[in-house]
């Protein structure tokens, strides 16, 4: 199994809220459905313009979407 | 599947129909003529024109088969592709080195041009494993 990031994050948890597919959260960000499903199980951290985009995208702002945990 | 991953799938499946073509046809006038056959355009012409249509019709079928075929990768997916080039060229090195190694050893300059071109072909052929490999282990 591929190691995990250290940037946690619930991508997951607001999408399944917002009634929303990965291909199309993926669609409103810019990147494919597989990068959506990378970032939620943590095997890969967005650029900081996706996670922006991703925390617009639910309202929010970047720390509550995003974690940092070394 | 994502459409990045596909094509690299439908490159890496026409460079190496397209390479066992040419291997053959290497093979095939070489023991014609009892040695290595220099290597001549008449063959290259034809690999390339293999490649070139080949990749075609493979990149219209994908087009035909998937919605968003033509669309550019995205950040990920750049990544993957950086660090095929990066591997390709590691290898493209190693080729090129190993055949001008033999070349100061042998002196055959035919085997020089074929050891140039293979390695030009596995470095190609690499990038799209490393591409395949990173989609593949998410």
């Known amino acids: 199994m591929a190691k995990l990031l250290p940037i ?3 991508v997951k948890e607001l999408r399944e809220a917002a009634g929303m597919t990965q291909a199309e959260l993926g669609e409103h960000v810019g990147v494919t459905r597989q ?8 095997r890969y951290s967005p650029s900081l313009e996706t996670a922006f985009r991703i925390a617009v995208t639910f309202n929010t702002n970047l720390e509550a ?4 945990q070394p | 599947m994502a459409n990045h991953e596909k094509t690299a799938w439908v490159m890496l ?6 390479s066992g073509q040419l291997l053959k046809n290497i093979i095939h ?11 001549n ?5 034809q690999y390339v024109i293999a490649i070139v249509v080949l990749s075609i019709i493979g990149h219209i079928a994908l087009a035909a088969t998937s919605k968003r075929a033509s669309t550019a990768p995205d950040e990920r997916e750049r990544q993957f592709d950086v660090y095929g080039g990066h591997v390709s ?14 070349y100061l050893a042998h ?22 494993l490393v591409v395949i490999w990173r989609h593949r282990r998410g």
């Open chain 2, 107 to 128: 002196f055959d300059g035919h085997l020089l041009f074929y050891s140039v071109f293979a390695a030009l072909i596995a470095s190609q052929v690499a990038e799209y």
């Open chain 1, 8 to 10: 946690t994050n619930c």
């Open chain 1, 35 to 42: 990068t959506i499903a990378a970032i939620e199980q943590r």
């Open chain 2, 41 to 45: 355009s008449g063959i290259l012409i």
């Open chain 1, 65 to 68: 979407v995003f974690e940092y």
């Open chain 2, 13 to 18: 499946v026409v460079l190496l129909i397209a």
């Open chain 2, 89 to 102: 060229g590691v290898v493209l090195v190693l080729g090129c080195v190993a055949a001008l190694g033999h």
């Open chain 2, 29 to 39: 006038h070489s023991q014609a003529l009892g040695v290595l056959v220099p290597p």
